[in-house]
């Protein structure tokens, strides 16, 4: 083969490069000369992925449904790692934020379109067995779901509504300890916390702190005020932001909403009877109104939050 100009040129800035590190080229090149061709396989790493489903039991669809949330906290990632692009930004512009904030609108649409895996992918009677199985384990208890709140907005939001008022100007800790979500996962009959809810407390409330302090002033809520602010143009950002409020605060908690309807739904004394928990008073969005951005919407669609004006718009999201 010849030596061409061009191969000629690759060399000598492959010789540039590795003297500025002070390394010798040539040990390099032999490394090419034995290094394997990389495989599809290899690179992602397919043979460890298609070997983390253990299902518990012996009935096909619980690997369904272990699948599914692996999947679902593939998503989560995914938004994870585009909230830490636009809060770790260095000169963050409005354009940067509302192109990464879409990306995450993307990956929630594909959550809850694809939500009907759960809804209607497995045979009740198998699932009502498996999950017994399961317990005292729940998505309840996925720590990456928390963190995209914490990213997404002023931690005093997440705060019980009951109390936000009075928490306002509390530091971050205290306001912790009136979370929205360790209302959730609690007994029916008593009130008390269930060991679903202590696990997760024990595992994630060090790291949850930890990332609202680090995202006081960075979480999209802050951002967006600081660019607008600056006299920013901001309506295309809003729009998405306003997206993101609904996916998930509305739409992905409406499509988790139903498998629990479909697999669980019960008389309430029923659910006490058995130690169910109160996830009928606790799920539906409209019982909590989780919103993120209220400086977004009017006084009447944060009254009908969760309602029938909600799902007009979630038809209008998908264009
Ligand atoms: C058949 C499917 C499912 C059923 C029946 C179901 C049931 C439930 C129930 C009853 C709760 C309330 C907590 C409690 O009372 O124990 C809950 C919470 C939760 N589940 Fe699921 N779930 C299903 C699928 C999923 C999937 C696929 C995910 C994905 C990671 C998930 C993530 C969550 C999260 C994040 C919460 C907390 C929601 C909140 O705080 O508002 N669930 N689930």
Sequence with gaps: MDITPEINEKIQKL?????????????YLDGLLYADFLTYWDYIHLDTLLSLQSPKTPFPDEEIFIMYHQITELYFKLSLHECKQISEKENLTVKFFTARVKRINAYFN????????MVDGMEKEQFLKFRMSLLPASGFQSGQYRMIEICATDFLRLVDKS??????DAPIASQFEHIYWKFGATELASGKQTLTLKQFIQKYADQFLAL????KNSN????????????EDVSELEEELRKLDLFVNVEWPLSHYKSAVRYLEKDPTDIAAT???NWQKYLPPRFQKRIFYPFLWT?????????????????????
């Design 15 to 27: 010789q540039q490069k590795f003297e500025a590190m002070g390394q010798d080229m040539a040990s």
């Design 275 to 277: 130690g169910g928990t």
């Design 299 to 319: 006084e009447e669609q944060m009254e009908e939050w969760g309602k029938s004006w909600v799902l007009s718009v979630l038809k209008t999201l998908r264009k």
């Design 110 to 117: 594909a959550l809850t379109t694809s939500f009907e895996v």
């Design 212 to 215: 609202a302090i680090e995202r």
């Design 163 to 168: 109390k936000r008022e009075e928490l306002k």
């Design 220 to 231: 999209f809520s802050a951002l967006y005020h600081q660019l607008k602010g600056e006299g």
